[in-house]
């Protein structure tokens, strides 16, 4: 395995086809690009001019001219191969040097290779980058003078690790916006969940106390009410027992959405008539609470408890996003329904309706689950969180 990873780095570098890089987008490269190709032609004439005083066949020459200028056009999309193309010119572009010359490549060849090479320590890993540049001192040792090549090693070397420095600092960057995306969607996940796992609860306790009553009222209704016939107790004893075996179903199946840490609260759950004491600690906290109740009374304990749940929201994001500002609560009923409408001045930043407010999205399923229906935007200059909770059968 360790000589798999030393050596894949090195199969990459010199065999395996290479996934080109997406286009440079954007208006800055749409000038950019073209302008940078007639700069690269025109080096491309300066090295073949350079080049003319070596005794070249003028085909070298032009090859050696294109192969200068050419790794740089491709080193952007393909750097593997621009550096290849540029290591087979280290070769090529030191035919019949001079040797009195201090480099055997012309200036343009070794600006390019520069170039190629940080751009391939950029966009590569580090073991990819180290084995190029080991192979890349090979022509240097070979055909510069002795203390020339020791000066552009230094260089080679420090433009690479420049490069993977870069890299690494792109790729930390990369994981970490990835890690707090991850860590976003978890929280988003746990909060959804948290506020499922209450509402089960909540929708348990109530429904468990009316499920109990029946199983309690068949069970006794032989000793209160006497002188049944038997075919009626043994209906009534059916009727308690299916409605135990629907409360044990019932709890073992909500019981998987209950929250895996801490207890279950033993306290009652709140109903409407707890709204009050809710605006009041609203205002001992700050707020300007103004509460208005009309015709709201013998509420089921279900539809209660998500009015007095999406209320505490409402004020809680009033509180969040404009403390100090009034809040109004308006609470009116009708024969099959009642509509809640807490409605607050803006402030701060307008809350999340949608996506990100894990706290309307609750109120929302809160209101969905009753069969009502609950809105929550902006109005002129002032958040409203408007619900319609169907009454249900009264208790």
Known sequence: MTRRNATGPLRRLFWSREKARPALQGQFWTYAIPLGLLGLIGLGFAAGAALDGRGLDRLWVVIIAVGSVLPVVITFRLPVLA???????????????????????NTVQLLGFLVVLGRLAVSEESALTIWAVAFSLIPVFVYSPY??????????????????????????????????????????????????????????????????????????????VGDLPDSAKEELATIAGTAREALTDMRRLLGVLRAEEGDAPLTPQPGFAEVATLVETARGAGLTVELTVTDVADLPETV???????????LANAARHAPGGPVTVDARGFPERIELTVRNKLIGPVPAAHGHGHGLAGMRERAELLGGTLSAAAEDDHFVVWASLPRGEQS
């Open 304 to 314: 209660g408890l998500a009015a007095y749940r999406i209320v505490q929201e409402a």
């Open 83 to 105: 550096w290849r193309a540029g290591f087979l010119m280290l070769f090529l572009g030191s035919l019949q040097a001079d040797p009195k010359e201090s480099w055997p490549w």
């Open 147 to 224: 203390a020339n090549a020791w000066g552009a090693a230094v260089l080679l070397v420090a433009i690479a690790a420049l490069g993977d420095i870069v890299s690494r600092r792109r790729r930390t960057r990369a994981l970490l916006a990835e890690k707090e995306e991850l860590t976003e969607l978890e929280r988003a996940k746990r909060a959804v969940l948290e506020e499922r796992t209450r509402i089960a609860r909540e929708m348990h306790d109530v429904v468990a106390h009316h499920m109990s009553m029946i199983a309690v009222r068949a069970e006794t209704a032989p000793y209160r």
